[in-house]
């Protein structure tokens, strides 16, 4: 049994449609969990501004099957408005619904199906739901496999005549949806007929793509904005604006390279200031100084023989650990002054700091 849900901000009215087998209100205080969080879903977002208490759940109605819950959660995102990439939207739901399913797209002939039924049973709502209050009747004892024991050859024998059988394109789950990748550093943009096709071309060109990561450059926002090196674009995720001169540049065969700032590397790095800065050896006080704190970082990754985080190191230096990789860390612009010209006097001197 699934439950087709509803949750609705108090302070704009703004909704988000869902559907759950777990049930909606169990459901919900998922949603809310998730929004502690660092996901950047619309609703999530929305959860953290305003807080929990300004939003509640409805149970709208529910259903039997997963390929109709995931058909009445796209009827009700369009009935709501609730897809928040249209412009009349007033919803926190970032696709168009049917992803439990991956968006599987039914025919004419089962949509009409799904719609006559709908019509003749009604809403199978709490106690108008024939199996309202009877639990799990095959569960446990009850269930007529309770108790056997499969063999190794019949375990095999189901193994061998499952797998493979809806892998890839042959998954009726797969979602036939347009998507784009574009590699920044040429400006190639390549398009293809669902978000599977685009992970397997990749896949066979050696690059592995995290489907939660592609997504998140695909939805754009304030989150990630590349992926190993490429943009990508989905029909029903990303910006319209944003989609439509994609499919401009590809039409017209148009290649333009982009070149991503990275603001994290080397000397332009923010937390490669230019001042005075040192390392000291715990075990025998020697001395090192350079002219930033990019050239401390740089010396002490090849001096500890691995890469070491800017937030470690600044830990060190800040006193939250007594050292790191056995060097206390002192800089011009955190460590006192008069530390400072001790330091500054000793190296000079040719000193050591425990002298």
């Known amino acids: 049994m699934y439950d087709i849900y509803v949750i609705t901000n108090k302070v704009n009215g703004k909704r988000y449609v869902g559907y759950t087998s777990k049930g909606y209100e169990s459901r919900f205080n998922d949603h809310i969990k998730q929004s502690r969080g660092s ?9 953290r501004k305003y807080g929990k208490d300004q939003f509640y759940t409805e149970l709208i109605e529910q259903v039997e099957t997963l390929a109709e819950a995931a058909e009445r959660e796209k009827h009700f995102i369009g009935k709501m408005k609730t897809f928040a990439h249209n412009k009349d939207a007033h919803g926190y739901n970032a696709t168009l619904g049917g992803e ?13 199906k799904i719609s006559v039924t709908h019509k003749k049973r009604g809403s199978w709502s709490g106690e108008s ?20 024991k499969m063999s190794i050859d019949t375990k095999e024998k189901i193994g061998n005549s499952n797998r493979g059988r809806l892998k890839g394109n042959a998954n009726p789950s797969i979602k036939a949806v347009i998507c784009y990748s574009l590699e920044c550093s040429t400006g190639l943009i390549e398009k293809f007929n669902s978000f599977f096709d685009l992970r397997d071309s990749f896949e066979k060109r ?79 006080g020697e001395i090192h100084k350079f002219d930033s704190w990019f050239d401390l970082k740089s010396w002490f990754d090849v001096r500890v023989g691995s890469k070491t985080s800017y ?31 001790d330091l500054l006097l000793k190296y000079n001197e040719g000193r050591t700091f425990n002298d």
């Open 311 to 341: 937030s470690n190191l600044y830990n060190a230096l800040k006193g939250k650990y007594r050292h790191t990789r056995g060097y206390k860390l002192f800089r011009e612009d955190v460590t006192d002054k008069d530390t400072m010209d």
């Open 100 to 112: 439990g399913m991956n968006g599987a797209v039914f025919s004419k002939e089962t949509r009409k």
């Open 129 to 148: 739901n024939p199996k309202y209050g009877k639990g799990h009747l095959v569960s446990g004892i009850n269930h007529p496999l309770f108790g056997t």
């Open 39 to 47: 996901s950047e879903r619309y609703l999530c977002r929305a959860i």
């Open 206 to 284: 050696g690059i592995k793509l995290n489907r939660s990561s592609v997504l998140a450059v695909m939805r754009g926002g304030k989150g990630r904005k590349t992926f190993k090196g490429h943009m990508f674009f989905r029909q029903d995720v990303t910006e319209h604006r944003v989609l439509t001169e994609i499919e401009h540049k590809f039409k017209h065969g148009i290649i333009e390279p982009v070149v991503m700032k990275d603001h994290r590397q080397g000397s332009i790095h923010p937390n490669a200031k230019s001042v005075s800065s040192y390392a000291v050896d715990v075990s025998n």
